[in-house]
């Protein structure tokens, strides 16, 4: 039995994601929902990347004190200096370092020798021991490296104090039984390896990444660089629940196992998901909607007879419920706080009694509310950015031989405003009417409608991402109504635009390894 150490890089590598801006308090509840999962370890952010980034990472090592906080760094001393005045007050910081070692790198990018980088990587691992013995080291680019040359660079930057090396598989390229090869080779040839924790950083461009990744431990890592969906640059990153599954399910051939509470993986997804405004796709392994659904004849009379005839976890495992207890008019406000408790939500009394209201608010447009409904209700009352947008009153009118048209009120500022126009369709309708409202010019790049649960009174969730003013967001909303989910999406998009615009030095896109 080897422990594999789970390194979250959620806030960092996948806060890279196009479109994905995460405020302040919204990186904080995804941080504390990491804490809770059981996670060794989260990447914060890029701290010299902006003042926004910087005093992110500060806050989280402020106030996380179960976990090890990690800030990267490029490998010069700026960098670091500004890392660890950014996680100094954490517990047990770690200082994450980098440099590229492939010679494409080396030559088109940093256009420097072999010498020169292993030199650089030294100095700034010895640099950076002058204020914390724990030291990430990680190779850029590692899995087109050399690995003779790799083995010489990660003996001289344990030599220097690193604690744990890093071999990213930066751009997606390895394929799995070459990236055991690679794995093997350096765990073989690198004379002080044993001093050091190897750790493995896989991106997703062939949807590989948990496959290089199991490959990698079975040949010696043990630590794991992941991120909550798989979000992340491109393709994303390894799904640290996948992984995790994984590791559980299969421990006859994978006898490792991790810290992380794997019952609150679904309520962790859930808030990711939700804050981030990237839906998970259905088919999505472990955490999709249709992960333990059966639609087959054959696999629902299995299933009724013994679940594991088609289904290799238990629901229950990963925090999704086999009898739910039913909500509905008649359910009190203890019923609903029991039942969000058990999604994973801790929320202050004043924050229950909103989401209380709402539900019942729900409960006089269908007559049973899912704990799905109760997710959706906490993402659009407690967990909605700051609003300089917000809708007031929806009426749209359309039909066949009818010219639709919307009329929408939204408060701009807390001031309400009116209008009405026509459309090609009744959402085209009520999204030209926010435009004129709030005098923008967005250009959809992606609408997507999903139903939240079944049947057809059910909640419909909207995913929208849409460019204006160079900016690329992601926005969504939910409701019984398709339409005014669709402008509760809309509105979220240009929320997070005037946000952007408010915080330029935010840091939105930052270094990759």
Known sequence: MKNIIIFDTTLRDGEQSPGVSLNMEEKLRIGRALEKLGVDVIEAGFPVASPGDFEGVKRL??????????ALARANKKDIDTAWEAIKDGANPRIHTFIATS?????AKLRKSREEVLEIARD???????????IEFSAEDASRSDLDYLCKVFEAVIDAGATTINFPDTVGYAIPWDFARMIKYVVENTPNIHKAVLSVHCHNDLGLATANVLSAIANGARQVECTVNGIGER?????????????????????YYTNINTKHITATSRLVSQLTGMPVQPNKAIVGANAFAHESGIHQDGVLKDRQTYEIMNPEDVGLESGELVLGKHSGRHAIKAKLEELGYE????EIDKVFEKFKAQCDK???????????????????????????YLHVAGGSGIRPTATVAIKIDGVEYATAEMGTGPIDA???????LTKTKSRLLRF??????GGTDALGEVSIRLEEDGYIVTGQGADPDIITASVKAYLNALNRVERMKANPNSGQKRAVI
């Not at 090592?61 to 990690?70: H, Y």
């Open 61 to 70: 090592s402020q106030e996380l004190r179960g976990l090890q906080v990690a």
């Open 103 to 107: 010679d494409i790198h080396l030559r």
């Open 124 to 134: 700034a691992v010895k640099y950076a021991s002058k204020y914390t013995s724990n």
């Open 235 to 255: 393709a994303g990153n390894t799904a640290m629940e996948e992984v995790v599954m994984a590791i559980r399910t299969r421990h006859d051939l994978l006898p």
């Open 347 to 350: 929320l202050k009394s004043e």
């Open 366 to 392: 269908k007559k049973e509310v899912f704990p799905e409904d109760l997710a959706a209700i906490v993402a659009e009352e407690i967990w909605r950015i700051p609003d300089k947008f917000s809708l007031s």
């Open 430 to 436: 009520a999204f030209r009417a926010v435009s004129s």
């Open 448 to 453: 997507q409608v999903s139903s939240i649960t």
